[in-house]
DNA sequence: TCCTTTTTGTTGCGCAGGCAACGAAGAGTG
DNA sequence: CACTCTTCGTTGCCTGCGCAACAAAAAGGA
């Protein structure tokens, strides 16, 4: 692990608050394996049952389905820092709905779920701050799945677009923000055709709403916006 | 605690796998508190922060929200045998997005939160059993609201509608179930109008796919409901 | 550089479904 | 029983938005 990665680690939800010294015992502990994955290939596939999470520590992982018409669908993107499959190492008996693939040359960090969660015989003190982390980024997960049926339950286009900038601003602070991914990202994720979004944010611009350029917005008016909030 | 809220206790998913002559060890150990709530009664208000998350031993939850322009919305309906609070309480400075009222006279078992996740010193043998007991309630939490955005990023109603119902046969192995709830609720669970769903199902039903009544359903042909599903 | 691919803006058409309104059939309540 | 309240079915109207199609800008790739 080089000195880009263990940051990338060290800067994660899963080891927040662990100190620097401790990781290389900690990873010894419990018993994680680096491995390398170029481009392309399968992590794991549908259906599979995981022995352990993995913790991207550079390059990208794409989470996909296939539905019954034999379609992939993008579920999920996971950068550097993100953890992956804990969730579904958390539910007893469960095969993965998705399959996963390194969409660019990737270092993984896997982790064995169980070693995790059991206390190691000398309870280390280190053990139920990774154990809380581990249950914090599960619920975080959660709160996320939950925005999104919050967003997709709106009424209308324009208020799902209101509520998704508004919430960035309420999580940035700031009026300016760049929300990553395309347009089309962005309105699979808003659950909306891209034309639909683009004519509608081509609207809320014409009105003095917002302004944007690619991914990146600009809020010109909170008080509107609230507006359309609900 | 009597008989009857001892069972649903021992059959609740936190307590699964638990031998029922080391509960009273436990709820002491765990510092567990059980209180009484009225009907119509504030279990918790938005904004508060939780030390304990809540098992509903006999009546019901009702969760709720605030929005912007002051309409309540049922979040969530929480009966017997129900965690209530433990995502919440997962969650690392996060306070109470909804209220949660006592929608009948309710029995609750208070659970510290920490108490569970951080291991006694005399590391009791059930304690693991109940983190994972834990962690597995709030996975699976995550699933459900993973599910219901499945649902509602589909295309049509029509499509949402096959999927629920696809999903109800597939979970309960039968053609014939019964959803719960009443028919605004389903059309508020899957992100649509009532009318629109009572149109919808009763096409369905004129094209021989489905039967129903109120809120059971009956699956007539599973290869034309599953052409609906996608 | 040129060529291909991806991403974004724009616009017309058509329809799925939201909305409102009404009637009917329970389900409680006094 | 009379009265209220809730739930459900049905239908007409109208609009929000999906969809397809095209153009142009941007981004690689060779």
């Not at 599960?138 to 799902?160: D, G, P, V």
């Not at 990202?185 to 004519?199: E, H, I, W």
Request: net charge neutral.
């Amino acid at each position: 692990m080089n000195q880009q990665q263990r940051g990338v680690l060290l800067g994660s939800g899963l080891f927040a608050g662990i100190q620097p010294d401790q990781i290389d015992a900690m990873l010894g502990c419990l018993n994680a394996r680096q491995e390398h994955y170029e481009k392309n290939t399968l992590v794991w596939n549908i259906g599979d049952t995981l022995h352990a999470c993995a913790l991207v520590l550079s390059g990208a992982l794409r989470a996909e389905s296939v539905n019954a018409s034999g379609e992939h669908l993008l579920m999920a993107n996971h950068r550097a820092g993100a953890l992956v499959g804990d969730v579904l190492m958390a539910t007893p008996g469960s095969k993965s709905p998705v399959y996963v693939v390194a969409s660019e040359d990737s270092e993984l960090l896997f982790l064995p779920f169980h070693r995790i969660m059991s206390g190691c015989d000398d309870c280390c003190s280190w053990h139920t701050k990774l154990r809380e982390n581990l249950v914090s980024e599960i619920a975080m997960k959660f709160w996320a799945q939950r925005q999104r049926t919050l967003y997709l339950s709106a009424k209308s286009l324009r208020q799902r677009i209101a509520m998704r900038l508004y919430d960035e601003y309420c999580r940035t602070g700031s009026l300016t923000f760049s929300l990553g991914g395309t347009r089309e990202d962005l309105a699979d994720f808003l659950g909306a055709n891209r034309s639909a979004l683009s004519r509608e944010i081509g609207r809320m611009k014409s009105e003095g709403i917002l302004d944007y350029y690619k991914d990146t917005f600009r809020i010109l008016s909170l008080e509107k916006l609230s507006k359309d909030v609900g």
